[in-house]
């Protein structure tokens, strides 16, 4: 089944305790992305990637980094976790040429951050 | 700021009944809109979408128009099911310099769609 599948669903944690959330998918897809969920605020791209080691920011990077070794895995690293970071995050990933640009998203990773 | 919005943040309708739901967007330069449904406790899940190059495209008991004078984007959904209850998003896409699209997505904050029996 093609799915993009996220780690973990839920997630507490404390102020500067570093975290991964694992992205993995299993679509050949060149193109990965986060993105945070707010309240009123909707959806938030935090960094993407459109293939292997090369990754660029989104709309609000700022205390997170990304990497992509793997075309199938984008890891989501919080070096030291803020409060500000607690939300609903989700990766997504699609094919991404001149035609179409279908994301594909995961379930979400709710972080809380005390 | 460049922006993608909606006019109505909640859409109640009756099951049977067709729903529309509005986005409007501001950047000109948008050359690509999806739509998507989000239900409680998952990810976006696609639902349609449309290229700049075009005013209307249907799907299986959804159709969007595109309507790039006034930046307008609906979503018409016919026959509404309880099924059909989440929230909607719309997204743009802004092409980049060359034609090449690989601009982000941004997306709207979302309409809540309810369906009664």
């Known amino acids: 089944e093609a799915q993009v599948t996220q780690n973990p669903r839920y997630l507490i944690t404390v102020t500067g305790k570093k975290l991964t959330v694992t992205c993995s998918q299993n679509m050949n897809h060149e193109y990965m992305s986060w993105y945070r969920q707010d309240p009123g605020l909707g959806l938030r791209q935090i960094y993407y990637s459109m293939n292997v080691e090369v990754t660029d920011k989104g709309d609000v990077p700022e205390g997170y980094k990304v990497s992509r070794k793997e075309k199938r895995n984008f890891p989501l690293i919080l070096e030291s976790p803020s409060p500000n970071q607690t939300s609903l995050y989700f990766c997504a990933s699609s094919i991404r040429d001149r035609v179409t640009d279908t994301q594909y998203f995961g379930p979400g990773t709710r972080l809380t951050v005390l | 700021g460049e922006s993608v919005g909606l006019h109505l943040p909640t859409l109640s309708v009756q099951e049977g009944d067709n729903s529309i739901i509005n986005c409007a967007y501001s950047?000109?330069?948008?050359?690509?809109f999806i739509w998507y449904k989000q239900e409680s406790g998952k990810g976006p899940q696609f639902i349609i979408d449309?290229?700049?190059?075009?005013d209307k495209r249907q799907g299986q008991r959804v159709t969007v128009l595109l309507n790039k004078t006034v930046k307008h984007l609906s979503l018409q959904i016919a026959a509404t099911q309880p099924g059909d209850s989440a929230v909607y998003f719309c997204a743009e896409r802004k092409s980049s310099a060359g034609g090449t699209s690989y601009g982000k997505l941004t997306f709207g904050q979302g309409t809540i769609l309810t369906v009664h029996p």
């Open positions: 950047n000109s330069a948008s050359d690509y």
């Open positions: 449309i290229r700049s190059n075009m």
